[in-house]
């Protein structure tokens, strides 16, 4: 299987250099947004000069089914680094399973990552080591309301990847936050194959299995599209099997490498995303750098880039009418999908990951 290739060229070595500590909330098992996210500033600060050490928490591996505590923590220190079949990291990075709080070694900063990794920070010895809470998403699909603001009002230095969580961190706590948007790989995610040379009717889309991507509103879409448009091709990219019952017109990819999703993205004139929410969205500004028009849903994190009538057609959530008549007005007006196209690579181009990864090794040297 191809390897999720986390970013390889990075900035110079800096003068100024910490031991940091990143805790990732569990083993990973696929590749994933947020996780790319995290480690492709791993990679970036480790080639700075600084200490990197990524956790893997496994305390709750396999609970329902181990009972064991010291069975569980074998197995922990079996898969954690399971991460090697999908990214890579700089070789000298430090990586650790995680099962017991002592397992974690003095940092100069210590970086949580997740809800559940900034509630075990916090019960951390209070001592010198600077924190830093990571705010990808709102997590509340594995915990409530109430717990999530609490998280935010922990004494961390908080870091979101959109201004829509900047205003729900800022509401429940007294702290600056700094808003660092996440960004792409522009030599990786790129336009290679003009829009004009593409299949006419042709379809690229993320599949994920959690309700809040909407992936079900997609599937009713395609099969919607194909009753129209016999000739479409769709091309699906998912981390699961590979679900029953896809409409014909599918071809499914399960856990590529960012190469060949790029790849993917410039063989198809559109990219559709269903979204009801996410922290931010990046494969919609992926597919934006490689010159697919996007069809998005509104959902928050999609409002970091995607303009309706600009650079994108944008839906309510769950609209799949709405997004059908999207995708037939850019399949029967070249005008209007050029427009899209061309102004979508033009918005990618703006958040490149040098840029956001120099802001956060500023944020952390100013800690």
């Given at each position: 299987?191809?390897?999720?290739?986390?970013?390889?060229?990075?900035?110079?070595?800096?003068?100024?250099?910490?031991?940091?500590?990143?805790?990732?909330?569990?083993?990973?098992?696929?590749?994933?947004?947020?996780?790319?996210?995290?480690?492709?500033?791993?990679?970036?600060?480790?080639?700075?000069?600084?200490?990197?050490?990524?956790?893997?928490?496994?305390?709750?591996?396999y609970c329902r089914w181990i009972k064991w505590e010291f069975l569980r923590r074998i197995v922990g220190k079996l898969l954690y680094k399971r991460y090697r079949k999908y990214y890579n990291l700089a070789a000298n990075i430090k990586t650790c399973d995680l099962f017991y709080t002592n397992d974690i070694k003095q940092h100069d900063v210590l970086i949580a990552t997740e809800?559940?990794?900034?509630?075990?920070?916090?019960?951390?010895?209070?001592?010198?080591?600077?924190?830093?809470?990571?705010?990808?998403?709102?997590?509340?699909?594995?915990s409530d309301e109430e717990t999530v603001f609490q998280t935010y009002q922990f004494p961390m230095k908080k870091v979101v990847v959109s201004k829509w969580l900047e205003s729900k961190v800022v509401e429940h706590?007294?702290?600056?936050?700094?808003?660092?948007?996440?960004?792409?790989?522009?030599?990786?995610?790129?336009?290679?194959?003009?829009?004009?040379?593409?299949?006419?009717?042709?379809?690229?889309?993320?599949?994920?299995?959690?309700?809040?991507?909407?992936?079900?509103?997609?599937?009713?879409?395609?099969?919607?599209?194909?009753?129209?448009?016999?000739?479409?091709?769709?091309k699906i990219i998912g981390v699961s099997k590979c679900p029953k019952d896809l409409p014909k017109s599918c071809?499914?990819?399960?856990?590529?490498?960012?190469?060949?999703?790029?790849?993917?993205?410039?063989?198809?004139?559109?990219?559709?995303?269903?979204?009801?929410?996410?922290?931010?969205?990046l494969p919609g500004l992926e597919a934006m750098a490689c010159g697919c028009a996007l069809v998005t849903t509104d959902y928050a994190g999609g409002r970091e880039y995607a303009i309706?009538?600009?650079?994108?057609?944008?839906?309510?959530?769950?609209?799949?009418?709405?997004?059908?008549?999207n995708v037939v007005r850019l399949?029967?007006?070249?005008?209007l999908l050029r427009k899209i196209s061309n102004n979508g690579v033009a918005t990618a181009k703006k958040f490149e990951f040098g840029r956001s990864a120099e802001d956060f090794w500023k944020l952390i040297k100013g800690l």
């Open positions: 299987m191809d390897k999720e290739v986390c970013i390889q060229k990075v900035a110079k070595k800096d003068s100024t250099n910490s031991n940091i500590g990143i805790i990732l909330p569990h083993i990973i098992f696929g590749p994933g947004g947020g996780v790319k996210v995290i480690l492709e500033y791993a990679n970036f600060l480790a080639e700075k000069g600084n200490t990197v050490t990524i956790y893997f928490m496994t305390y709750n591996l809800l559940r990794t900034a509630l075990l920070v916090n019960r951390l010895p209070k001592n010198s080591t600077k924190l830093v809470y990571f705010v990808q998403g709102f997590e509340t699909w594995g706590c007294n702290d600056k936050v700094a808003y660092i948007p996440n960004s792409i790989d522009l030599s990786i995610f790129n336009l290679k194959i003009p829009i004009r040379e593409r299949k006419p009717h042709t379809i690229t889309l993320h599949y994920r299995t959690m309700e809040c991507k909407g992936s079900k509103y997609a599937i009713e879409l395609i099969s919607k599209l194909e009753e129209r448009y016999p000739d479409l091709e769709t071809k499914y990819y399960r856990s590529i490498a960012p190469q060949k999703v790029a790849s993917l993205n410039n063989i198809s004139r559109i990219f559709v995303c269903t979204s009801l929410e996410e922290g931010f969205g309706d009538g600009e650079n994108a057609l944008v839906s309510k959530p769950k609209d799949v009418d709405s997004m059908f008549q399949f029967e007006d070249e005008e």
